[in-house]
């Protein structure tokens, strides 16, 4: 289903050809048409053989929420953690384990973004309704609005990579407040990049 959205990213009114989802899974066509014939009968696809297929609005919903978490899970990966690895593969094993309550709370820490890190969208085709207790902990970047103040809770890079913040003297279990340039912390205010605003998790005061 991630292989047929991408197709219908590319073009929404194409027909996606056997052959075309046999090639860019790197399966025989034999096996392109089992798979497609299953998803036909689940009625996520509209297929016509010889012909080609279609999503149906019940497979775009379907393909979309799984396109969506595989998203959200490299913003997590790149954005927030910092991962340097295939981070493609690791979101393929970890859109596997999601629920709606966990795709939904990591939708809300990340701030709902629009994008992946390689300028993606993230799919929106119906959203989520599920009841969620009140976050605890937000992402300074993207959710902590100019003024709001919180205490550090965790920082996600290597201990390598923190001697900005040392010179800062951040460190978890400060109090932060958010600026327009930043952050505010002891009292002064510094610039701070919007990437490592993303790796900076918050516990906001309420």
Known sequence: MET???????????IIKTGQVAESMDVSPASATEMIQRLAGKEWIDYQPYKGLRLTEKGLEKGGRIKKRHRLAEC????????TGDAHEAACM???AFTDELEESLDILLGRPTHDPTGRLIPRISELKVDLEPTKLILLAHSMEVGQRGKLFSIAMLEDDRNLLDSM????????????????VNGIEHMVDDALLKRLLIKPEH
């Open 4 to 14: 047929l959205f991408e197709f219908w990213e590319s073009d929404n009114n194409a």
């Open 76 to 83: 997590l990966l790149i954005d927030v953690l910092g991962y």
């Open 94 to 96: 970890l859109e596997h």
């Open 169 to 184: 003297g951040l460190s978890p279990g400060n109090d932060v407040q958010r600026t327009e340039q930043g952050i505010e």
